[in-house]
């Protein structure tokens, strides 16, 4: 039989709370309720994969259960701490929470909680992967979990503590684990690597202790890679050999050319990386680490909180930064990790990243867009944008192109109008402008239904512009039997072509809106009395009896006759 | 150079000949590489060296004669437990591993590896397709995972590390396999008779990208056939067409009468069109196209789409009807909107 050989993340797993790496937290809240004998009966450990939970879990079954007594530093050499370190300890059941995870195991369990423990002072659960518990599973716990026998100690270990019920969170007492910071995993690979007689480049485990991203039990898989391929030395090109990771410089590489929107050159990034070995997913994110730490370098934060890049990258970075702007900086982010969040589903990996850095080349310069914006908004009259955009096919409706010719147009009108609708104002002010008055209405409106050359017209030509209710802003109306054609001219496209057909006559935007005539007043009056007469009629409604009258009878306003003697005696009629 | 008549991954059986050198065995492993390039293969006959009675582990060099390596060939071996995903499922079922609601943790595989082997030297556990271990599945795994039992090995196959969850991938030690070399494709391709001619397999070789699954599959005429066809008519798909559809549903449904078959072929459909908008995506920008002749030719018939953005869209359109098939989506309604999708996107791109 060959001699077994056990992995480095299970060899050095902590054994007291003064080996658990940055959770000091925990080690000293729990600490300090074993010494002044206030143990809770439940306790929930949260927090991302490999920062120490099950760990933690056991040293607490140990200090509680060890033979010195209850005590903040278990002996670890007496049989009821070594067995508890080797998981097979008769009073502290470790129960796999995902492969028990139904109501009969479950009711196994509380069948067996009222016997005492056959050999230490507490009896000990300690429930992993909590969070794939059934409902059912966890709502038979409940009554126990709130009152267990004194001999019964929960500890129940989760990474997606959203999974647990409310009632079962509420009667535990709840620890979160931090992610490790990489300071700590690099200190504790160093001592793993002098422990294992391996020489290691600095640099080398730097990049394993950024790579777990807070995780020690990730960092200490990596080195057992690294350990059992590197006979001697473990170097900076070993690591990424090994991890399908790719240098730094192909990353900057990588980032310049998508910033200068040179989509071939980046998909030729791509090919080479994986011609040198580079996984695709690692590199998408790596990529994603990569805007992130420029993100928080334009915001400002400083070296230190970088995720990924070192020291002396750093200024290069937020340089680079700088000059693409926090706007478009975001949006790169969200193209990367939608791509990531696809790989997860798809086999494609490499079209995923291809088709995301090509995206990320098609995206405009968003920080000048909404610079643009700004000054519309705060209107100043120099509206050049303060760089140079970089090529781009200039496609889309949002590139800033246009907005330098609006200054030409009156500064009080341009506010409003602006702010409305940039673009198309900008493309109007190379036409004529004619303004919109009550005898001009009729013509526009005719001139303008003949400029469209579909079906919209025919509906259209029902129609009159009956009011301005606002400057640019267009009442028509229909006969109430065109009711069909009003209808239809207030389809959105439809719509949206009057008023562009408006817009192309008029020289400025104009809004439209529709309304149907009532009936009788439709045959008999032309445009001028029936703006009157409904101008008449508002105004009605608004006197504070014709108001009342309304509201008491549940009335409407059919008809409205022109006094003679009295005021407002007759000019409503209830139903 | 080959290993074991394992071609194309002596990289990786380096790495496990200093592994095993160093006796530094950790007792989980995931592979990782694109489908059909012998990552089973390689992990069946890791296996068999390192339970053959003959030979020591780290000469990786099974004899092939003694009753172990027999039964490991034979797949009949009590201490290797071999499981993938059934045919008529879109997931590993989770009976596999915990056994079912009556004999929970008395049968599947987290019970079996806690037996002690019976020839006394190792268990050996194979996980293929575990891209389809749905979260019940891979979360009963974390702790056998974590913790295995003495002398024993996982090995979970898979096509990447983003598929995995992060706290199995935390647990494993990942090894990369690549895509075999164009060259010994084609030496396969001809050395196993699927193609006849030298200009056949040069044209499976290119097409492959790597994969002998895919070789495979390509050989078959009608296959060919269809593929040329589909890719003339999406350069041409600028408007909804039911005729399209139905051609496109046709030669799915001729694949045979069980879902799955036609599951299969329908996924491989959208996989040749995801290909053919990620090269128009590629001429797009400029970038050098890698491709066969048919693939050139459709390429530069088809007018160049003036929008980049439509046609990474429709990359991403394929890539989801591929997923919606493994969601069990109704064949012919999914094949019709991913059509109008296409042309509705395609639209906006003509000049």
Known sequence: MTKEYVVVARRYRPQSFEDLVGQSQVSTALGNAIESNRVGHAYLFTGARGVGKTSTARILAKALNCQTGPTTSPCGECDICQSVASGDDVDVLEIDGASNRGIDEIRQLRSNVNIRPSRARFKIYIIDEVHMLTTQAFNALLKTLEEPPAHVKFIFCTTDPEKIPITVLSRCQRFDFAPVEAASILERLKLIVDTEGVAADEEALQILARRAAGSMRDSQSLLEQLLSFCSERITVDDVHAMLGTAQSGRLTSMASRLMARDAAGALSEIEQAVSEGVDVGQLAEQLLGHFRDMMAAIVGCDSETMLQTTASEFSGLRDAGQSLGIETTLAVLQILDQSITRMRQSPHTRTLLEVALVRICQLDALDELSEVIAQLRGGSGNLTPTKASPARTGSTASSPQPAPASPATKPAEKKTENLASPPAESVSSHMSRREITPGTVGSIWKQAISQIEDMTADHARYADPTAISAPNRLVVSFKSSYTLHKEFCERPERKARIEEALQAVTGQTVRVDFEVLPEEQGSAARAKPVLSQRERRREREKHPMVKEAIEIFEAEITRLEEPRRSESSDSESGE | ?351
């Open chain 2, 1 to 351: 150079m080959s290993w074991q008549g394992i071609e194309g991954h002596d990289q990786v059986v380096e790495r496990f000949r200093r592994i095993l050198t160093g006796g530094r065995l950790a007792s989980t492993f995931l592979f990782i590489g694109p489908g059909g390039i012998g990552k089973r293969a390689f992990a069946l006959k890791l296996a068999q060296s390192l339970l053959c009675e003959r030979s020591a582990d780290e000469a990786l060099a099974p004899c092939g004669d003694c009753p172990s390596c027999q039964q490991v060939v034979a797949q009949s071996h009590p201490d290797v437990e071999l499981v993938a995903k059934p045919k008529d499922k879109s997931f590993i079922p989770l009976e596999t591993f915990i056994g079912d609601r009556e004999h929970r943790m008395r049968e599947g595989l987290c019970h079996n590896m806690a037996l002690k082997p019976h020839g006394g030297r190792r268990k050996i556990a194979i996980i293929d397709d575990a891209d389809y271990l749905n979260q019940e599945g891979a979360n009963c795994l974390l702790k056998t995972l974590e913790e295995p039992p003495p002398n024993s090995l996982i090995i979970l196959i898979g096509t990447s590390e983003q598929r995995q969850l992060p706290t199995i991938r935390s647990r494993c030690q990942i090894v990369r396999f690549k895509p075999l070399p164009v060259k010994v494709i084609a030496t396969l391709v001809s050395a196993n008779g699927i193609s006849q001619t030298r200009g056949e397999t040069e044209a499976l070789a290119t097409l492959s990208d790597g994969s002998m699954e895919r070789a495979v599959q390509f050989a078959e005429p009608e296959l060919a056939e269809f593929r040329q066809e589909l890719m003339t008519r999406l350069g041409k798909l600028f408007e909804r067409s039911t005729g399209f559809a139905a051609d496109v549903g046709a030669f799915v449904d001729a694949a045979g009468k069980d879902a799955p078959i036609r599951r299969e072929r329908l996924k491989l459909v959208l996989g040749i069109a995801a290909d053919y908008y990620r090269w128009l995506l590629h001429a797009r920008t400029g970038h050098e196209v890698h491709g066969d002749e048919v693939l050139a030719r459709v390429l530069q018939q088809s007018p160049v789409a003036r929008d980049a953005d439509a046609v990474a869209a429709c990359v991403e359109r394929c890539l989801d009807a591929q997923q919606q098939v493994d969601a069990n989506a109704n064949q012919a309604t999914l094949i019709e909107c991913w059509i109008d999708d296409l042309a509705n996107l395609m639209q906006g791109t003509r000049a």
